[in-house]
């Protein structure tokens, strides 16, 4: 095995072994939140090969699936958004390392009309998008809750939390009345207690009678029912939410919040307008600790005003109501 010794900064001179694949690991010592991309050579160029390594500030081991004679080299990245987790749902099935399903029947806290199931009837994927449906299939609960409409809810946590970073998903959303999809995040292990003093990011949320805009909300403040929430909507300028594919990011940083819409950023919440009331020492709570990942498809509720919504007048043709996801990738920023 070869390394061009000279092409690396000296802290980050790494060991290399062999495995008989052929593969090669890669040893090597972090600067902790730094971040770094193993490339190797090839002819006369050098190429990024695997995803980027984020420092721990201990070492960090890689294998390489690359030949013995390989030549390596470790370059620091900065002053970019660097991809730390992504799912492109190129596979036949849910990638379980990233994804679980909540299983809930009693309408989120928000008086809704669904019940979550982890049946892949409603949450499967295909064709190379994340599919989440729902049907107007009732089902009842062992305690003899019954709900009008089954679908899914899938999260990342535990297996995908991030501090800070740009979030990034393209999809498509479904329609119909009392219909609602979210894409969104919450604290994995809510240091500021519970709902909403915990924080809450929207980074879409849509009604199916009104698909020609986007929403998006921070929900904080105190424990409910004290909690508060600022955010607001923007219209697509062609294709509503429901004809096409469309590209939604939030880029979340320690003093503010901000959304985009194709690429066209179209709002920013400061820190200086939100607030936990449980947090004693920080100006930036709740929006400072880990937060995961969360899909889901929803039916009726309090998110539509005085009426849940329920979309009866609806004919059985109109179901399933699908939302799809053809990508969802989170950077985060190297300094």
Do not use: C
């Not at 899938?154 to 329609?175: F, N, V």
């Not at 990011?249 to 709002?267: A, H, R, Y």
């Not at 929006?287 to 998110?303: C, Q, R, Y």
């Amino acid at each position: 095995m070869k390394i061009l010794l000279a092409l690396l900064p000296l802290p980050l001179l790494g060991q290399i072994a062999l495995k008989p694949e052929p593969a090669s690991i890669l040893t090597f010592p972090t600067k902790e939140g730094a971040f770094y991309q193993v490339e190797a050579q090839d002819g006369e160029t050098w190429k990024a090969l695997g995803e980027p390594v984020k420092g721990t500030g201990e070492k960090v081991i890689r294998t390489l699936p690359v030949a013995p004679d390989s030549k390596f080299r470790l370059t620091p990245l900065s002053q970019q958004w660097v991809t730390v987790w992504k799912d492109d749902f190129k596979g036949n099935s849910i990638d379980r390392s990233k994804w679980s399903n909540e299983v809930n029947g009693y309408g989120g806290g928000n008086n809704e009309l669904q019940y979550y199931s982890e049946a892949p009837k409603y949450a499967f994927v295909k064709d190379g998008n994340l599919n989440i449906s729902v049907y107007r299939d009732a089902h009842t609960t062992s305690d003899g809750k019954t709900q009008p409409y089954s679908s899914a809810r899938l999260r990342t946590r535990y297996r995908g939390e991030w501090t800070y970073g740009r979030i990034e998903i393209r999809a498509k959303l479904p329609s119909g009345e009392g219909i609602w999809p979210a894409l969104w995040m919450l604290p994995t292990n809510s240091p500021y207690g519970g709902w909403a003093s915990g924080g809450e990011i929207d980074i879409v949320e849509s009604k199916g009678s009104a698909v020609n805009k986007t929403i998006g909300t921070l929900h904080f403040g105190d424990n409910w029912p004290k909690n508060t929430y600022k955010g607001g909507e923007t219209k697509f300028s062609g294709k509503n939410a429901a004809e096409d594919f469309h590209t939604y990011i939030v880029e979340w940083k320690k003093d503010e919040i901000s959304w985009f819409l194709n690429g066209k950023k179209w709002q920013t919440i400061k820190k200086e307008d939100w607030f936990s009331a449980t947090a004693k020492k920080s100006d930036t709570a709740p929006f400072d600790s880990p937060f995961h990942l969360i899909f889901n498809v929803a039916v009726g509720g309090h998110f539509f005003g005085g009426t849940k919504q329920d979309p009866k007048n609806l004919p059985d043709s109109a179901f399933p109501q699908t939302l799809q996801i053809d990508y969802v990738k989170v950077l985060q920023w190297a300094e």
